[in-house]
Protein backbone atom coordinates (compact mmCIF):
# COMPACT_ATOMS: atom_id res chain seq x y z
CA UNK A 1 0.00 0.00 0.00
CA UNK A 2 1.10 3.37 -1.21
CA UNK A 3 1.39 5.93 1.80
CA UNK A 4 1.72 9.34 0.64
CA UNK A 5 1.73 13.29 1.56
CA UNK A 6 0.11 15.99 -0.31
CA UNK A 7 2.77 19.03 -0.40
CA UNK A 8 3.38 21.97 -2.07
CA UNK A 9 6.62 23.20 -4.50
CA UNK A 10 7.23 25.83 -1.41
CA UNK A 11 7.52 23.30 0.84
CA UNK A 12 10.07 21.92 -1.10
CA UNK A 13 12.04 24.91 -1.87
CA UNK A 14 11.44 26.25 1.88
CA UNK A 15 12.05 23.35 4.03
CA UNK A 16 14.55 22.01 1.15
CA UNK A 17 14.14 18.63 -0.22
CA UNK A 18 16.33 16.28 1.67
CA UNK A 19 14.82 17.60 5.12
CA UNK A 20 11.51 16.91 3.91
CA UNK A 21 11.75 13.65 2.68
CA UNK A 22 13.30 12.60 5.65
CA UNK A 23 10.32 14.09 7.26
CA UNK A 24 8.66 12.41 5.31
CA UNK A 25 9.97 8.92 4.81
CA UNK A 26 11.80 8.76 8.42
CA UNK A 27 9.20 10.39 11.20
CA UNK A 28 6.08 9.79 9.15
CA UNK A 29 6.75 6.47 7.83
CA UNK A 30 5.61 7.35 4.47
CA UNK A 31 7.16 6.40 0.79
CA UNK A 32 5.58 8.85 -1.27
CA UNK A 33 5.13 12.74 -2.24
CA UNK A 34 1.93 14.35 -3.71
CA UNK A 35 3.33 17.76 -4.92
CA UNK A 36 1.06 20.55 -6.71
CA UNK A 37 1.60 21.11 -10.37
CA UNK A 38 -1.31 23.55 -10.69
CA UNK A 39 -3.46 25.14 -7.44
CA UNK A 40 -5.95 27.96 -7.05
CA UNK A 41 -5.51 31.09 -4.49
CA UNK A 42 -5.50 30.68 -0.89
CA UNK A 43 -4.36 31.47 2.60
CA UNK A 44 -2.21 29.07 4.10
CA UNK A 45 -0.66 28.97 8.03
CA UNK A 46 2.69 27.43 7.35
CA UNK A 47 4.15 26.05 10.83
CA UNK A 48 6.84 24.41 8.66
CA UNK A 49 8.63 26.67 6.99
CA UNK A 50 11.72 28.17 8.71
CA UNK A 51 10.81 31.26 6.02
CA UNK A 52 7.38 32.18 6.80
CA UNK A 53 4.55 31.10 8.83
CA UNK A 54 2.16 32.30 5.99
CA UNK A 55 1.72 31.92 2.55
CA UNK A 56 -0.74 33.15 -0.43
CA UNK A 57 -0.37 31.76 -3.34
CA UNK A 58 -1.22 32.67 -6.54
CA UNK A 59 -4.26 32.24 -8.44
CA UNK A 60 -4.67 29.54 -11.11
CA UNK A 61 -1.42 28.77 -11.92
CA UNK A 62 0.98 25.91 -13.05
CA UNK A 63 4.53 24.69 -11.05
CA UNK A 64 6.06 23.47 -14.20
CA UNK A 65 7.79 24.80 -17.07
CA UNK A 66 5.61 24.19 -19.90
CA UNK A 67 6.13 23.10 -23.66
CA UNK A 68 5.01 26.36 -25.07
CA UNK A 69 4.83 23.96 -28.63
CA UNK A 70 2.13 22.20 -27.16
CA UNK A 71 0.35 24.73 -26.60
CA UNK A 72 0.58 26.52 -30.04
CA UNK A 73 -3.01 27.86 -31.09
CA UNK A 74 -4.58 27.45 -27.62
CA UNK A 75 -7.11 29.68 -26.26
CA UNK A 76 -7.09 29.23 -23.01
CA UNK A 77 -3.17 28.75 -21.53
CA UNK A 78 -2.10 27.89 -18.43
CA UNK A 79 0.24 30.80 -16.39
CA UNK A 80 3.75 29.85 -15.01
CA UNK A 81 3.90 30.79 -11.11
CA UNK A 82 6.31 33.60 -10.43
CA UNK A 83 8.14 30.86 -7.52
CA UNK A 84 8.97 28.54 -10.84
CA UNK A 85 11.35 31.11 -12.18
CA UNK A 86 12.21 32.69 -9.02
CA UNK A 87 13.08 30.20 -6.65
CA UNK A 88 13.13 26.92 -8.61
CA UNK A 89 11.36 24.18 -10.26
CA UNK A 90 10.46 22.37 -7.11
CA UNK A 91 8.62 19.72 -8.84
CA UNK A 92 12.39 18.84 -11.28
CA UNK A 93 14.37 18.62 -7.41
CA UNK A 94 11.35 16.32 -6.63
CA UNK A 95 11.19 13.84 -9.35
CA UNK A 96 15.28 13.61 -10.13
CA UNK A 97 16.28 12.97 -6.50
CA UNK A 98 13.22 10.14 -6.51
CA UNK A 99 15.76 7.85 -6.25
CA UNK A 100 17.91 9.22 -3.15
CA UNK A 101 14.66 10.09 -1.06
CA UNK A 102 13.15 6.67 -2.22
CA UNK A 103 9.47 8.65 -2.44
CA UNK A 104 7.44 7.91 -4.95
CA UNK A 105 6.06 10.97 -6.90
CA UNK A 106 2.86 11.71 -8.05
CA UNK A 107 1.42 15.17 -9.35
CA UNK A 108 -1.49 16.78 -7.66
CA UNK A 109 -3.11 18.99 -10.19
CA UNK A 110 -6.13 21.27 -10.40
CA UNK A 111 -7.82 21.22 -13.39
CA UNK A 112 -11.10 23.18 -13.96
CA UNK A 113 -11.41 25.21 -10.63
CA UNK A 114 -9.03 28.51 -12.16
CA UNK A 115 -10.42 31.91 -11.02
CA UNK A 116 -7.14 33.38 -13.04
CA UNK A 117 -8.49 31.86 -16.20
CA UNK A 118 -12.50 32.31 -15.20
CA UNK A 119 -11.87 36.05 -15.19
CA UNK A 120 -9.71 35.81 -18.84
CA UNK A 121 -12.29 33.76 -20.37
CA UNK A 122 -15.76 34.10 -18.72
CA UNK A 123 -17.22 32.38 -22.25
CA UNK A 124 -15.83 29.16 -20.55
CA UNK A 125 -16.75 29.44 -17.29
CA UNK A 126 -19.85 27.35 -15.90
CA UNK A 127 -23.06 29.69 -15.61
CA UNK A 128 -26.29 29.19 -13.58
CA UNK A 129 -29.83 29.24 -14.87
CA UNK A 130 -30.31 32.88 -14.63
CA UNK A 131 -26.86 32.90 -16.85
CA UNK A 132 -24.67 34.61 -14.17
CA UNK A 133 -21.10 33.10 -14.35
CA UNK A 134 -19.00 31.08 -11.88
CA UNK A 135 -15.15 32.82 -12.46
CA UNK A 136 -14.04 29.95 -10.53
CA UNK A 137 -15.28 27.20 -12.16
CA UNK A 138 -14.66 26.07 -15.90
CA UNK A 139 -16.86 24.41 -17.45
CA UNK A 140 -16.33 20.82 -18.68
CA UNK A 141 -18.78 21.23 -21.66
CA UNK A 142 -16.57 23.96 -22.85
CA UNK A 143 -14.36 22.70 -26.14
CA UNK A 144 -11.68 24.86 -25.32
CA UNK A 145 -11.67 24.73 -21.69
CA UNK A 146 -11.47 20.10 -22.38
CA UNK A 147 -8.22 21.14 -24.61
CA UNK A 148 -6.74 22.88 -22.01
CA UNK A 149 -7.24 20.66 -19.34
CA UNK A 150 -5.59 17.74 -21.96
CA UNK A 151 -3.04 19.69 -23.03
CA UNK A 152 -1.97 20.52 -19.49
CA UNK A 153 -2.03 16.64 -18.27
CA UNK A 154 -0.54 15.81 -21.50
CA UNK A 155 2.35 18.83 -21.07
CA UNK A 156 3.37 17.73 -17.28
CA UNK A 157 3.61 14.35 -18.04
CA UNK A 158 5.30 13.93 -21.03
CA UNK A 159 7.93 16.62 -19.22
CA UNK A 160 7.97 15.15 -16.04
CA UNK A 161 8.38 11.33 -15.59
CA UNK A 162 5.75 11.08 -12.52
CA UNK A 163 4.76 7.65 -11.41
CA UNK A 164 1.31 9.15 -11.00
CA UNK A 165 -0.86 12.18 -11.59
CA UNK A 166 -3.85 12.69 -9.49
CA UNK A 167 -6.83 14.77 -11.17
CA UNK A 168 -8.41 17.09 -8.97
CA UNK A 169 -11.75 18.89 -9.97
CA UNK A 170 -12.04 17.69 -13.30
CA UNK A 171 -16.12 18.30 -13.39
CA UNK A 172 -18.90 21.10 -12.28
CA UNK A 173 -18.22 22.75 -9.17
CA UNK A 174 -20.21 23.31 -6.36
CA UNK A 175 -21.81 27.19 -5.78
CA UNK A 176 -19.66 27.35 -2.33
CA UNK A 177 -16.05 27.65 -1.38
CA UNK A 178 -15.02 28.85 -4.35
CA UNK A 179 -14.25 32.43 -4.48
CA UNK A 180 -13.24 34.82 -1.47
CA UNK A 181 -15.19 36.96 0.92
CA UNK A 182 -18.34 35.20 -0.60
CA UNK A 183 -21.36 36.89 1.23
CA UNK A 184 -24.77 34.98 1.83
CA UNK A 185 -27.17 36.98 3.89
CA UNK A 186 -30.11 34.35 2.23
CA UNK A 187 -28.77 31.67 4.39
CA UNK A 188 -28.21 29.10 1.31
CA UNK A 189 -28.77 25.33 2.10
CA UNK A 190 -27.34 21.94 -0.02
CA UNK A 191 -30.22 21.96 -2.42
CA UNK A 192 -29.36 25.81 -3.13
CA UNK A 193 -25.79 25.66 -3.61
CA UNK A 194 -26.59 22.48 -5.36
CA UNK A 195 -29.12 24.70 -7.94
CA UNK A 196 -27.05 27.63 -7.85
CA UNK A 197 -24.02 25.31 -9.57
CA UNK A 198 -26.35 23.90 -12.01
CA UNK A 199 -24.59 24.71 -15.55
CA UNK A 200 -26.58 25.72 -18.34
CA UNK A 201 -23.93 27.47 -20.25
CA UNK A 202 -24.37 27.34 -24.09
CA UNK A 203 -21.88 25.28 -24.40
CA UNK A 204 -23.81 22.80 -21.97
CA UNK A 205 -26.76 23.23 -23.69
CA UNK A 206 -25.93 22.05 -27.10
CA UNK A 207 -23.54 19.39 -25.61
CA UNK A 208 -27.06 18.20 -24.04
CA UNK A 209 -29.37 18.82 -26.59
CA UNK A 210 -26.76 16.51 -28.90
CA UNK A 211 -27.63 13.82 -26.41
CA UNK A 212 -31.15 14.35 -26.41
CA UNK A 213 -31.47 16.02 -23.44
CA UNK A 214 -33.60 19.13 -23.26
CA UNK A 215 -31.45 22.02 -21.01
CA UNK A 216 -33.18 24.70 -21.73
CA UNK A 217 -36.55 22.72 -19.73
CA UNK A 218 -34.48 21.74 -16.95
CA UNK A 219 -33.04 25.45 -17.32
CA UNK A 220 -36.52 26.77 -16.89
CA UNK A 221 -37.33 24.73 -13.66
CA UNK A 222 -34.59 25.36 -12.04
CA UNK A 223 -34.41 28.73 -12.67
CA UNK A 224 -38.02 28.85 -10.88
CA UNK A 225 -36.56 27.12 -8.27
CA UNK A 226 -34.12 29.49 -7.24
CA UNK A 227 -36.25 32.50 -7.43
CA UNK A 228 -38.65 30.98 -4.51
CA UNK A 229 -36.00 29.91 -2.38
CA UNK A 230 -34.89 34.05 -2.63
CA UNK A 231 -38.41 34.98 -1.79
CA UNK A 232 -38.34 32.91 1.72
CA UNK A 233 -37.58 34.62 4.62
CA UNK A 234 -36.06 31.79 5.84
CA UNK A 235 -34.04 29.14 4.58
CA UNK A 236 -36.39 26.32 3.71
CA UNK A 237 -34.79 22.69 1.92
CA UNK A 238 -37.57 21.26 -0.63
CA UNK A 239 -36.03 17.53 -0.22
CA UNK A 240 -34.84 16.41 3.17
CA UNK A 241 -31.54 14.19 3.03
CA UNK A 242 -30.79 16.16 0.22
CA UNK A 243 -27.65 14.51 -0.51
CA UNK A 244 -28.63 10.98 0.50
CA UNK A 245 -31.40 11.04 -1.32
CA UNK A 246 -29.46 11.82 -4.48
CA UNK A 247 -30.81 11.98 -8.14
CA UNK A 248 -34.28 10.24 -6.94
CA UNK A 249 -35.38 13.45 -5.91
CA UNK A 250 -35.64 14.79 -8.91
CA UNK A 251 -37.73 12.08 -9.98
CA UNK A 252 -40.99 13.93 -10.05
CA UNK A 253 -39.15 16.67 -12.49
CA UNK A 254 -38.01 14.48 -15.54
CA UNK A 255 -37.30 17.61 -17.49
CA UNK A 256 -34.02 18.12 -14.51
CA UNK A 257 -33.20 14.69 -13.60
CA UNK A 258 -32.65 13.79 -17.20
CA UNK A 259 -30.05 17.08 -17.29
CA UNK A 260 -28.73 16.21 -14.10
CA UNK A 261 -27.92 12.56 -15.28
CA UNK A 262 -26.47 13.57 -18.68
CA UNK A 263 -23.75 15.63 -16.53
CA UNK A 264 -22.04 12.82 -15.76
CA UNK A 265 -21.24 12.51 -19.72
CA UNK A 266 -18.52 15.69 -20.09
CA UNK A 267 -16.70 14.46 -16.81
CA UNK A 268 -16.23 11.21 -17.97
CA UNK A 269 -15.61 11.96 -21.12
CA UNK A 270 -13.06 14.45 -20.30
CA UNK A 271 -11.57 11.84 -17.81
CA UNK A 272 -11.65 9.63 -20.66
CA UNK A 273 -9.30 12.67 -22.78
CA UNK A 274 -6.94 13.19 -19.69
CA UNK A 275 -6.17 9.39 -19.45
CA UNK A 276 -5.61 9.20 -23.30
CA UNK A 277 -3.29 12.41 -23.23
CA UNK A 278 -0.66 11.38 -20.62
CA UNK A 279 2.50 9.52 -20.80
CA UNK A 280 1.36 5.49 -20.74
CA UNK A 281 4.22 5.32 -17.84
CA UNK A 282 1.93 7.45 -15.82
CA UNK A 283 -1.48 6.66 -13.99
CA UNK A 284 -4.37 9.15 -13.63
CA UNK A 285 -6.16 9.04 -10.32
CA UNK A 286 -9.27 11.32 -9.78
CA UNK A 287 -9.72 12.92 -6.77
CA UNK A 288 -13.38 12.72 -5.58
CA UNK A 289 -14.06 14.73 -2.00
CA UNK A 290 -17.31 12.90 -1.67
CA UNK A 291 -19.26 15.40 -3.64
CA UNK A 292 -19.75 12.47 -6.43
CA UNK A 293 -23.45 13.68 -8.41
CA UNK A 294 -23.29 16.85 -7.37
CA UNK A 295 -20.10 17.91 -9.61
CA UNK A 296 -21.52 15.15 -12.29
CA UNK A 297 -19.24 12.22 -10.91
CA UNK A 298 -19.61 8.41 -11.47
CA UNK A 299 -16.98 7.04 -9.54
CA UNK A 300 -17.92 3.74 -11.62
CA UNK A 301 -17.36 5.40 -15.05
CA UNK A 302 -14.50 7.30 -13.98
CA UNK A 303 -13.10 4.61 -12.52
CA UNK A 304 -13.05 2.87 -16.03
CA UNK A 305 -11.85 5.41 -17.94
CA UNK A 306 -9.14 6.11 -15.88
CA UNK A 307 -6.95 4.18 -13.38
CA UNK A 308 -8.77 4.56 -10.32
CA UNK A 309 -9.93 6.89 -7.88
CA UNK A 310 -9.05 8.51 -4.42
CA UNK A 311 -11.81 8.79 -2.61
CA UNK A 312 -10.95 11.49 0.28
CA UNK A 313 -12.84 10.62 3.45
CA UNK A 314 -12.48 13.94 4.88
CA UNK A 315 -15.27 14.57 8.43
CA UNK A 316 -15.54 11.70 8.93
CA UNK A 317 -15.72 8.88 12.06
CA UNK A 318 -13.50 5.71 11.80
CA UNK A 319 -16.95 3.75 11.34
CA UNK A 320 -18.35 6.85 8.42
CA UNK A 321 -14.61 6.31 6.81
CA UNK A 322 -15.00 2.40 6.35
CA UNK A 323 -18.81 2.69 5.39
CA UNK A 324 -17.84 5.42 2.89
CA UNK A 325 -14.45 3.54 1.42
CA UNK A 326 -16.47 0.41 1.09
CA UNK A 327 -19.62 1.83 -0.73
CA UNK A 328 -16.71 3.60 -3.09
CA UNK A 329 -14.88 0.10 -3.39
CA UNK A 330 -18.11 -1.42 -4.34
CA UNK A 331 -18.85 1.13 -7.18
CA UNK A 332 -15.01 1.15 -8.48
CA UNK A 333 -15.32 -2.42 -8.93
CA UNK A 334 -12.49 -4.84 -7.29
CA UNK A 335 -10.05 -4.67 -9.93
CA UNK A 336 -10.01 -0.72 -9.98
CA UNK A 337 -7.36 1.00 -8.09
CA UNK A 338 -8.88 2.86 -5.16
CA UNK A 339 -6.95 5.23 -2.63
CA UNK A 340 -8.00 7.36 -0.12
CA UNK A 341 -7.49 10.62 1.78
CA UNK A 342 -7.23 11.91 5.49
CA UNK A 343 -6.13 15.36 6.53
CA UNK A 344 -4.09 16.30 9.50
CA UNK A 345 -6.04 18.97 10.85
CA UNK A 346 -7.12 19.53 14.43
CA UNK A 347 -10.08 18.89 15.87
CA UNK A 348 -10.80 16.32 12.65
CA UNK A 349 -7.52 14.37 14.13
CA UNK A 350 -7.17 14.83 17.94
CA UNK A 351 -4.25 12.29 18.08
CA UNK A 352 -2.70 9.12 16.76
CA UNK A 353 -5.79 6.96 17.77
CA UNK A 354 -7.71 8.39 14.87
CA UNK A 355 -5.51 7.61 12.62
CA UNK A 356 -4.71 4.10 13.45
CA UNK A 357 -8.54 3.74 13.49
CA UNK A 358 -8.82 5.15 10.05
CA UNK A 359 -5.64 3.40 8.56
CA UNK A 360 -7.34 -0.26 9.69
CA UNK A 361 -10.77 1.43 8.87
CA UNK A 362 -8.94 2.00 4.89
CA UNK A 363 -7.49 -1.49 4.50
CA UNK A 364 -10.90 -3.18 5.75
CA UNK A 365 -11.97 -1.26 2.76
CA UNK A 366 -9.46 -2.30 0.02
CA UNK A 367 -8.01 0.43 0.05
CA UNK A 368 -4.30 0.57 -1.92
CA UNK A 369 -3.33 3.61 -1.13
CA UNK A 370 -3.20 6.05 1.95
CA UNK A 371 -2.48 10.65 1.40
CA UNK A 372 -2.32 12.52 4.09
CA UNK A 373 -2.94 16.29 3.88
CA UNK A 374 -1.05 18.38 4.52
CA UNK A 375 2.82 18.44 4.75
CA UNK A 376 3.08 22.19 5.26
CA UNK A 377 0.50 23.48 7.16
CA UNK A 378 0.53 20.93 10.34
CA UNK A 379 3.22 21.27 13.22
CA UNK A 380 6.22 18.74 12.69
CA UNK A 381 4.91 17.21 16.10
CA UNK A 382 1.63 15.36 13.87
CA UNK A 383 3.82 13.40 11.50
CA UNK A 384 4.28 11.21 15.07
CA UNK A 385 0.54 10.83 14.63
CA UNK A 386 0.69 9.52 10.56
CA UNK A 387 3.61 7.29 12.07
CA UNK A 388 0.79 5.68 14.42
CA UNK A 389 -1.28 5.19 11.59
CA UNK A 390 1.65 3.81 9.44
CA UNK A 391 2.58 1.74 11.89
CA UNK A 392 -0.72 -0.03 12.60
CA UNK A 393 -1.01 -0.73 8.89
CA UNK A 394 2.66 -3.00 8.93
CA UNK A 395 1.56 -4.68 12.36
Known sequence: MRRAMW?????VLDVGLDAL??????????????LATSYHAGRFVQPRSPLRKSYFPEDGTIYFRPDPGRWEGAAIRPEV???????????RQVIEGRERTGLSVAGWTVCLHNTRLGMRHPEACTRNAFGDPAYFSLCPSHPEVRRYAVTLVA??????????VQIETPGFMGFAHGYHHEKDGLGLNEEDDFLLALCFCDACLARAARAGVDGEAARRTVRRWIAEAC???????????FREQGLDVFAPHPEVLDYVRWRFEPVTSLAADLRAAVHPRTRVHVLDIGDGWLCGSDLAALA???DGIVFCAY??????????????????????????GFRVFWPEMRGPHDFVA??????????????FYNYGLIPAARLDWVRAGCDALAG
Open 81 to 91: ASIVAGRGDAL
Open 315 to 340: DRHPAGVEDDLVAARALVGPDRFLGT
Open 21 to 34: AADLRDRAGLDGIN
Open 155 to 164: DLTHAYPLDS
Open 304 to 306: RAT
Open 231 to 241: ERAMPAPQWPD
Open 7 to 11: AYPWD
Open 358 to 371: RAEAARAAGVQEIN
